[in-house]
């Protein structure tokens, strides 16, 4: 079911792209002789106004060949007889219709579900962050510099520049109505910690996860033990552990944890770990509330869009400074099985059926929107092979009055294919790399 519901995706994405070249083609007079969805042999295909439109066999990529477009074709609807800003037209049209795309399933989403706010939900009543005036409520409406709607927006910018230092924060908020400006200087922790993750809810503390290198995991314990007792304090739910030390500073006194490994109870002696770390002070809200009125359901679709391109932006250039790296791509491959995962995480054993079937529909288009924005995006991007390569040329042509040797253009392009499949042969073994080794 997921790799169906990704080839859906990935379908719809191609077919908007090519959809838009095609329109913007035929408006503007240009031939179009092949629309077509997938790549390799076709396994479907019919002719209609001079147009063949097919769906082929491998279920990525898809293409609009027009008259022209690839030979020197005398042809009265070629491509290159059409005006300069026709061409353009023609070529912005497919990443822009993707935009599109993610704009009107933005207005669905924002519409059932509604947005995420940047509100403060809580603030550390020792930290800088409390004495500068920050309280529980307030509206976060920029954060260092950069203008925020959403929660997203705050853990993207702490995402790029983390709290990982002494360095000010610069927070606008709002209150009643009235903004306000302050400065914070991230707080020092030096918490002790034994190095898990567990599960908050029934019977005992299950562990999900230890820290590389914590004192839990060098005493042995693995995961799916269940912690029974903490320094002789018998504890039946995860939740009461976790009261517990909420309020119980550990040192770097040993502790004693009573664990349960299928059925069978043993004890470890750790000592906690020092853990020092940078913290802002305070917490910010990243569940969606009702956006109230179709006005501003449209409003925040706007700001969603800006928020998905600047986030696919921001991103290349975290890759290009060297904050990600090549392991962070994924092709088609990783897609497939990131959409698996949000199908898999959209269920809920203990909800109805049509409960399921709307999370698992909503998520997958926010994911579409996410896929759509950054196929739009990149497309753009002024490199040979891609539609923002060949616009380069058009306006290049647009500005001197002549266009450049068609044979020249087609070299270079050429030179961005190759280097194009190269790197998606690299993605595409990376993805199978991290998903089965």
Request: charged letters at 20%; aromatic letters at 10%.
């Amino acid at each position: 079911m997921s790799i169906l519901i990704a080839f859906i995706v990935f379908g719809v994405l191609v077919f908007i792209h090519e959809l838009g070249h095609m329109l913007l083609a035929k408006k503007n007079g240009v031939g179009v002789t092949e629309f077509s969805i997938g790549m390799g042999p076709r396994i479907f295909s019919y002719d209609k106004g001079g147009t063949k439109y097919s769906l082929k066999l491998i279920p990525f990529g898809g293409s609009c060949m027009m008259v022209g477009e690839m030979d020197e074709s005398d042809a009265e609807d070629a491509f290159h007889n059409r005006s300069v800003w026709a061409r353009i037209s023609v070529v912005v049209a497919g990443p822009v219709f993707n935009i599109v795309l993610a704009f009107l399933l933005s207005i669905i989403i924002i519409g059932v579900v509604g947005y995420d706010p940047a509100i403060v939900t809580s603030v550390d009543e020792n930290s800088a962050a409390y004495t500068a005036g920050l309280r529980r409520g307030d509206k976060i409406v920029e954060y260092n510099g950069v203008n925020v709607t959403f929660g997203r927006e705050v853990y993207l910018e702490e995402y790029i520049n983390p709290v990982i230092d002494a360095t000010p924060l610069e927070i606008t908020y709002e209150r009643d109505g009235k903004e306000y400006e302050i400065t914070i200087v991230p707080d020092y922790h030096e918490p002790y910690y034994i190095g898990i993750n567990y599960t908050p809810t029934g019977e005992y503390a299950e562990i999900l996860g230890l820290v590389e290198g914590g004192a839990m995991q060098a005493a042995g314990v693995k995961v799916g033990d269940k912690i029974v007792a903490f320094n002789g304090i018998e504890f039946e739910s995860g939740e009461a552990l976790g009261e517990y030390l909420a309020v119980t500073d550990m040192t770097e006194e040993p502790v004693t944890v009573v664990l349960d490994r299928a059925g069978e109870r043993y004890t470890v002696t750790v000592t906690p770990k020092k853990s020092p770390y940078y913290s802002s002070g305070f917490t910010y809200n990243m569940y969606r509330v009702d956006a109230e009125s179709p006005i501003k359901t449209l409003k925040y679709s706007v700001l969603e869009l800006k928020y998905q391109i600047s986030s696919v932006y921001k991103s290349l250039l975290m890759l290009f400074k060297g904050q990600l790296g090549m392991n962070d791509l994924s092709g088609p491959v990783g897609i497939v099985d990131m959409v698996g995962t949000v199908v898999e995480e959209s269920q809920n054993d203990d909800a109805d059926t049509w409960t399921n079937v709307k999370n698992v529909l909503l998520n997958v288009m926010n994911l579409t929107v996410i896929l759509s924005v950054s196929l739009g995006v990149m497309n753009l991007l002024p490199l040979p092979a891609l539609d923002g390569g060949r616009l380069v040329f058009l306006v290049i042509e647009a500005v001197r009055g002549k266009p450049i040797s068609r044979e020249k253009e087609g070299i270079v392009h050429f030179i961005g294919f190759a280097l194009l499949m190269i790197l998606m042969v690299f993605v595409l073994f990376n993805d199978v790399r991290k998903i089965f080794f």
